[in-house]
């Protein structure tokens, strides 16, 4: 907590401003470098997350990547009832900055889209773990999510990735 209170008042000082997240309200969450990982999601090392659900999994993109895109101002997302396949593209993000491809995380039949993406793209920034959620799997390999990171995996894996850089 004396980090996070540190690290905000740095922010203030610094002028920078960083959204607020106190509607997050997970069992456990990690914050690094401003970036929220969430306890009890499972993250793809393209920095997708799924929530895997009873029979249903949801998929978007992590807080980590969104920062990396910036503002984003279109989303293009695959029609329902169509399938994802492990690793395989399924839509694309357009930000300020670039486009980038959206891969999918695990194996299944799509079936249901985030509509409010269309008007409101900007939620995968201001809520990429809630509102700003793309997809909704139904796993065809369930087992697929056992290869993902966990958040303390996760978060060590943006850390080094972001030292390389």
Request: glycine share 8%; net charge negative.
């Amino acid at each position: 907590m004396a980090l996070r209170m540190w690290a905000s008042s740095t922010a203030n000082a610094l002028k920078i401003s960083c959204a607020a997240k106190a509607h997050l309200s997970p069992a456990f969450s990690l914050s690094r470098c401003f970036s929220t990982v969430l306890d009890g999601l499972k993250y793809a090392n393209s920095h997708e997350w799924v929530k895997h659900e009873g029979s249903l999994a949801t998929i978007g993109i992590t807080d980590h990547a969104q920062d990396h895109l910036g503002e984003v101002v279109f989303v293009e997302l695959p029609e329902p009832g169509g399938s994802v396949s492990k690793g395989k593209g399924f839509g694309a993000v357009e930000s300020v900055k670039a486009t980038s491809d959206v891969n999918s995380p695990i194996s299944g039949e799509i079936v249901e889209v985030n509509s409010k993406l269309t008007e409101a793209p900007g939620l995968i920034n201001s809520s990429p773990y809630e509102e700003g959620w793309m997809i909704k799997v139904k796993p065809s390999s369930p087992s697929e999510l056992q290869s993902l990171m966990g958040p303390e995996e996760y978060t060590k894996f943006c850390e080094e990735e972001d030292a390389s850089h």
